[in-house]
Structure formats: C-alpha cells, structure tokens
T-cell receptor, first 115, second 117 residues
Framework: DGGITQSPKYLFRKEGQNVTLSCEQN?????MYWYRQDPGQGLRLIYY???????QKGDIAEGYSVSREKKESFPLTVTSAQKNPTAFYLC??????????????FGEGSWLTVV | AQSVAQPEDQVNVAEGNPLTVKCTYS??????LFWYVQYPNRGLQFLLK??????LVKGSYGFEAEFNKSQTSFHLKKPSALVSDSALYFC???????????????FGKGTKLSVIP
C-alpha cells in the first residue's frame, strides 16, 4: 500500500540523549515535512524539504535536525538541545507544484516522551 | 503572514443532527483551504480542500465545506452526524501561487467534535 510510515510509534528519551524518528514514504512525493503537535496548540512546522539534499527550517527548528539523502526518507533527530521534546511528532509529504494546491498527507505519528 | 482561527475548542452535537465546525482565515491573496480529521493517537486524514471554482466543496465521509470569501470563512458541515465522526478537526490555509518554498500549511488549533448518541 502507498503511504507514509513513521517509526517507532513510542519512544522514550533520557535527559541529554539524541533520538531519531524515522519517516519513509512510497508516494513518490518530492516534498516532506515534520510537524510537532502539543495539546491545544495545533501543529507547528519543524522542518520541511522540497527536494533531496535540501531542507528548510520551519517555525520551531531549534533543537532539531534533519537530513534528506533519499527522496523516500526524511529522518528527524531530536537533540539534547531541545529542552521540552515531549510531544506527538507527525511526518508528512506532498507533491511540489509551485501553484500550491498540493495536499499534504500525514503518517500515523510518533510519541516521544522524556524520562 | 497567514493564519487560521477555529473559534470553538469543542462542539457537541446529537447523533443525526447537522454539524458545523467553524474556520476563518487570513492570507494575502487567494487562499487554498483544507480540512483534516484526527482520531486519537493517529495521524491527520485529509477530508477536503478548496482550490477554486464552486464555493461548496464535497469531501470524504459525507463532509462538505463552504468557502465564503467576503467573510473569510471555510466552515465544515455534515447534514447528519454520526457517533463515529467524533474526533479532532483541523482547518488549514496556504496562499495560492505563493511560489517555491511556500508549500507548508498553516493550521488552526483544532476543534474537538463530540457526537452524542
């Protein structure tokens, strides 16, 4: 089936650790995104990538890093510099028509908890 | 800058009654508008979008939304609510023809819909 796969579903991080969330898509989409969701705050954009080997900071990039070495993959690393990382993380992808009518499709999300 | 407001944190409706989830937006130029639904512990599912043309947009699961340019609104509606419609609903906006580097959507904070049996 075509879609976006995020793993793991649940992840626990100790203080001072870096952790990486995986995101893979087989939709042949050029653009990929990472959002953070906190209760009552909607979705906030962390990073996005329009093409392989290129990515841009979103609204809350501090404490996070990404890479885009393959079209299908867009992993997110939550570094120890992110002071409040406990949240639900959503990966997404879309086509990249410059007119902007692209629909963004989401994965099932990953829960990250600091212990 | 673009923004979305969902003025109601929660909407309660009886099963079988019509439902409306409100959304207003602010954007430079023409908008592209989207509705998504999220069930607990799941990702967002796309319901429908307005790009251009007919102001009444029909989407998945019997939902529809009405674009009103003068009121800058894009309210989500369904003629007869089901208990299974209970979920979190997000409205989102993007400026049309905003060019490269502007693919991301701006989301509202979400409205929790509860359909009471």
């Amino acid at each position: 089936d075509g879609g976006i796969t995020q793993s793991p579903k649940y992840l626990f991080r100790k203080e001072g650790q870096n952790v990486t969330l995986s995101c893979e898509q087989n939709l042949n989409h050029d653009a990929m995104y990472w959002y953070r969701q906190d209760p009552g705050q909607g979705l906030r954009l962390i990073y996005y990538s329009q093409i392989v080997n290129d990515f841009q900071k979103g609204d809350i990039a501090e404490g996070y890093s990404v890479s885009r070495e393959k079209k299908e993959s867009f992993p997110l690393t939550v570094t120890s510099a992110q002071k409040n990382p406990t949240a639900f993380y959503l990966c997404a992808s879309s086509t990249s028509r410059p007119t902007g009518e692209n629909t963004i499709y989401f994965g099932e999300g990953s829960w990250l908890t600091v212990v | 800058a673009q923004s979305v407001a969902q003025p109601e944190d929660q909407v309660n409706v009886a099963e079988g009654n019509p439902l409306t989830v409100k959304c207003t937006y602010s954007v430079s130029g023409n908008p592209y508008l989207f509705w998504y639904v999220q069930y607990p512990n799941r990702g967002l599912q796309f319901l429908l979008k307005y790009i251009t043309g007919d102001n009444l947009v029909k989407g998945s699961y019997g939902f529809e939304a009405e674009f009103n340019k003068s009121q800058t609104s894009f309210h989500l509606k369904k003629p007869s609510a089901l208990v299974s419609d209970s979920a979190l609903y997000f409205c989102a906006v993007r400026a049309a023809f905003s060019g490269a580097g502007s693919y991301q959507l701006t989301f509202g904070k979400g409205t929790k819909l509860s359909v009471i049996p």
